[in-house]
């Protein structure tokens, strides 16, 4: 969420409280530790595969945005700059208009004071965020089907309300790591 990013952790914060703020860290370093070790024991040629990501835009500075965010304790990001050190190549993911016009959308309902006024901003967000939503899985099965060699492996880290696997060519295997109990 990028700049946002501080503010949604306030409001959670301010909400929910400290320790569910906490339970809430935990939970996702756990998904992601699960989902890093079955990667990990997956037989892939790394020097063969691209990494996709969620909210990663195409716009060649791919690299470095995976290694600030990396290096601000995302694990996400960190398990990216593993799979990179292993011989993966990153692969900018998304169209950066319709990045930019989901963080404005989120931005405005973050700053947003009064509940009429958030109520009004969700509702908003709720009628063209279903719309924006397919337009981005749209975007990033045709960058994965345009950019993806045969012979090669994908490795999309995605997030659960997208269906970017139900608009992959037929002959993408997909395998979902996450989630899943061991």
């Not at 719309?131 to 045709?142: E, G, S």
């Not at 345009?146 to 997030?159: K, V, Y």
């Not at 696997?165 to 061991?182: M, N, T, W």
Request: aromatic share 6%.
């Amino acid at each position: 969420m990028g700049s946002v990013s501080e503010e949604v952790k306030k409001e959670y914060l301010s909400k929910y409280g400290k320790s569910k703020w906490l339970k809430h860290l935990d939970l996702i370093s756990n998904l992601w530790e699960t989902i890093r070790k079955r990667l990990l024991k997956m037989p892939v040629d790394y020097s063969k595969t691209r990494l996709y990501q969620d909210g990663l835009p195409v716009c060649g500075k791919e690299f470095e945005i995976v290694k600030e965010l990396a290096g601000m304790g995302s694990k996400n990001h960190i398990l990216l700059m593993e799979l990179v050190d292993m011989g993966a190549t990153l692969m900018g993911t998304e169209d950066s208009g319709l990045l930019l016009q989901e963080h404005k959308m989120i931005k405005e309902i973050v700053g947003t004071r009064g509940k009429n006024q958030v109520k009004e901003k969700l509702e908003e967000y709720r009628k063209h965020s279903d719309d924006l939503l397919v337009r981005r899985d749209d975007f990033i099965a045709k960058r994965i089907s345009e950019t993806l060699q045969d012979g090669e492996t994908g490795i999309l880290f995605i997030g659960a309300l997208h269906k970017v696997d139900k608009r992959l060519p037929r002959g993408i295997k997909v395998v979902h790591l996450g989630a899943v109990k061991e």
